[in-house]
């Protein structure tokens, strides 16, 4: 499944990206920082990419999920540092999805 929720990841990077100019552009790879001063993007570049990613995600899995919310913000480790945390915060809350 991890695979998968790159997969989706990287496509909603692509559409940002096409946004972006080249060098404010997003790398496609797990060591990827989203959110922090190593990203290049500013508070409208995250927003951006958490709403594709939720896109994609029910696209691509057919569940809706929220990336944005109070479970998010209180987090020790912020999901949205790299893109690995975010695919591994994500799969945690699909499979919360398929226990309810």
């Known amino acids: 499944m991890i695979d998968n929720i790159y997969?989706?990841?990287?496509?909603?990077?692509?559409?940002?990206?096409?946004q972006m100019s080249k060098d404010e552009q997003l790398i496609k790879s797990?060591?990827?920082?989203l959110y922090g001063e190593s990203s290049s993007l500013d508070s409208i570049?995250?927003?951006n990419i958490i709403v594709t990613v939720e896109q994609n995600i029910e696209d691509d899995f057919e569940k809706s999920i929220t990336?944005?919310?109070?479970k998010a913000?209180?987090?020790k480790q912020?999901?949205?540092?790299?893109?690995?945390?975010?695919?591994?915060?994500?799969?945690i809350l699909i499979e919360e999805k398929k226990n309810e």
Do not use: C, H, R, W
């Open 67 to 70: 990336l944005a919310d109070q």
């Open 45 to 47: 570049g995250l927003i």
């Open 30 to 33: 797990p060591d990827t920082v």
């Open 78 to 91: 912020s999901p949205f540092k790299t893109v690995e945390s975010l695919a591994k915060y994500i799969q």
């Open 7 to 18: 997969k989706s990841i990287y496509k909603s990077i692509d559409e940002v990206n096409s």
């Open 73 to 75: 913000m209180s987090q």
